[in-house]
């Protein structure tokens, strides 16, 4: 299984920019990264996906080291709303499913 | 916008009893998770299904956990007996496809269940 590691929790202050880094060391071939948050009581939501190349769209960037073992989520303007757990989460070839670990904790701070 | 749709969202029950979760994907998705999360972990997947059949269950508890999809469509996972450690949120998925990487990928959650075994 593709492991991963990413800060237990992180703070930023409302308005600036929140990077979330995660290492997945193991990640290969033509394997995915997710990006997926969780907001306090609800189902998580996808944020953004990538495969080599840098991702942006409207919730996130997404920053790919080009040796794919590791990531950084931006967040380019954090809102108090962004506060939830996000899942950093590499695909694994042969299995269709995601598997989450514990996450990041990110508070964002008035 | 298209969501998934889970019922009830909370759920109180005594041990021994039986619950019953039920969940409505997006319409045209194909694919249909189930996950359970305990507090303060990631959801982890107890049942995939590919239209009606099961494409993964192998951290299913089958002694006490089914699950179906028999029209492709709804599906509803059970537990009997629940036991103390089942107080979890069950999560329920969908996603376009299965077996694809990329966009199609993407699974769209619904807001879960809350169980409470007492």
């Known amino acids: 299984d593709a492991k991963t590691t990413q800060p237990t929790s992180m703070d930023c202050a409302e308005g600036r920019a929140a990077n979330l880094p995660c290492n997945h060391s193991?990640?290969?071939?033509?394997?995915?990264v997710y990006w997926y948050r969780q907001i306090h009581s609800q189902g998580p939501q996808y944020i953004i996906h990538g495969l080599k190349n840098n991702e942006t769209n409207e919730m996130a960037s997404l920053i790919i080291t080009e040796d794919r073992k590791s990531s950084t989520l931006i967040l380019p303007h954090a809102t108090l709303r962004d506060t939830a757990v996000y899942y950093c989460?590499?695909?694994?070839?042969?299995?269709?499913?995601?598997?989450f670990g514990t996450g990041t904790r990110l508070t964002v701070i008035p | 916008e298209a969501e998934v749709a889970q019922s009830p969202r909370y759920k109180i029950t005594e041990k021994s009893q039986a619950v019953a979760f039920w969940c409505d994907p997006i319409?045209?998705?194909?694919?249909l998770y189930w996950y359970r999360q305990i507090l303060g972990q990631g959801p982890e997947l107890l049942v995939q299904?590919?239209?009606?059949?099961?494409?993964?269950d192998s951290q299913l508890p089958k002694d006490r956990f089914s699950a179906e999809r028999l029209k492709g469509v709804d599906s509803t996972l059970k537990i009997q007996p629940a036991e103390l450690g089942d107080s979890a949120m069950y999560l329920c998925?969908?996603?376009?496809?299965?077996?694809?990487?990329?966009?199609?990928?993407?699974?769209?959650f619904g807001p879960g269940t809350r169980l409470t075994v007492l």
């Open positions: 989460i590499p695909e694994i070839t042969g299995a269709n499913n995601l598997f």
């Open positions: 193991t990640i290969s071939g033509n394997e995915y």
């Open positions: 299904f590919q239209d009606e059949s099961v494409v993964d």
């Open positions: 319409s045209g998705h194909a694919t």
């Open positions: 998925a969908s996603s376009l496809a299965w077996g694809t990487s990329g966009v199609n990928n993407e699974q769209f």
